[in-house]
């Protein structure tokens, strides 16, 4: 694309869901980080829970890199790895996903779906925190808020985000706090 049309990378999105996100990363690696961003959807965890950042999706993959992590410590990841980490529900068991297929596979398939809706109605607001109790509590109300999925608005942003979504189409809840401005 570089070549034959002059397409700069910066301006590429590459977007993957668990093995795929740390495919998305080796693409941006070999490219020396130059791809405008990469967005992770719960990457995948067996035999990534231990990896170096060379030999995963990483940080440094992207101009911009963002993490969507909705199944940790099954088949997703239960570590930060981006330059936004978005810990949906905490990122473990998704509401909605009752029974034991649904808590493994529904709940890791719950990322493409999040981000499926993003693209239509881009409503999903996280809230930085340190924890995921601290964002129950309300500890981090006046934190920075930053949209998740697919309208990037903030490239240079870093940090932890959580939110809460709903258990049933439509997922997102909106500004929780009402006070986003872009």
């Known amino acids: ?85 978005f810990w949906v529900n905490d990122g473990s068991v998704q509401p909605g996903c009752d029974n034991v297929f649904e808590l493994i596979m529904c709940s890791h398939n719950r990322s493409f779906i999040l981000m499926a809706e993003s693209i239509n109605d881009d409503n999903f607001y996280g809230v930085e925190c340190d924890s995921y109790s601290d964002y129950l509590d309300g500890e981090c109300a006046n934190n920075t ?22 258990s049933t189409y439509p997922y997102a809840l909106g500004d929780i706090y009402g006070d986003y401005d872009e």
């Open 1 to 85: 694309m570089q070549e034959a049309y002059d397409y700069s990378p910066d301006s590429v999105i590459i977007m993957g869901h668990s093995l795929g996100s740390h495919v998305s990363g080796f693409a941006g690696k070999s490219l020396n980080g130059s791809v405008g961003v990469i967005i992770g959807l719960d990457p995948a965890g067996p035999l990534f829970l231990e990896a170096l950042p060379g030999s995963r999706l990483n940080a440094t993959d992207a101009q911009y890199v963002q993490a969507i992590h909705t199944n940790a410590k099954m088949f997703g990841v239960d570590y930060n790895l981006a330059d936004d980490d």
């Open 145 to 166: 808020e930053l949209r998740m999925g697919s309208l990037i608005y903030n490239t240079s942003s870093t940090g932890v985000f959580y939110l809460n979504t709903s």
